[in-house]
């Protein structure tokens, strides 16, 4: 079983920056697909970036350029910097972890999940 427990949500404003962190506890999560997600009022969870267990990453259209995934095995966590944030990057964001299934960008193919965070952005 994996724990995933996800940090460093808040509230920004547009063209501000933030972190988050997802550390993951239970076992090591090296060779473990790493995503984060994001759900906003209203609407359905959506896929914003992964890394494979070979750092091989991947984004959406949406955040392409802005954001960056990260591991670091040593510390079984995950990153997601987020640069030039817009208001309509608002979610509840959420980190999962799961063995590569043919695809990094299905939420239903991911075994765990955090309980996410907050990012708010004021235009």
């Known amino acids: 079983q994996v724990t995933l427990v996800e940090s460093g949500g808040g509230l920004v404003q547009a063209g501000g920056s933030l972190r988050l962190s997802c550390a993951a506890s239970?076992?090591?999560?090296?060779?473990?697909?790493m995503g984060w997600f994001r759900q906003a009022p209203g609407k359905e969870r959506e896929f914003v970036a992964a890394?494979?267990?070979?750092?091989?990453?991947y984004y959406s259209d949406s955040v392409k350029g802005r954001f960056t995934i990260s591991r670091d095995n040593s510390k079984n966590m995950v990153f997601l910097q987020m640069n030039s944030l817009k208001p309509e990057d608002t979610a509840v964001y959420y980190c999962?972890?799961?063995?590569?299934?043919?695809?990094?960008?299905?939420?239903?193919?991911?075994?765990?999940w955090g309980r996410g965070t907050q990012v708010t952005v004021s235009s």
């Open positions: 999962a972890a799961g063995g590569y299934r043919g695809s990094y960008y299905n939420h239903q193919l991911y075994d765990y």
């Open positions: 239970g076992r090591a999560v090296s060779a473990y697909a």
């Open positions: 890394i494979s267990s070979n750092k091989n990453t």
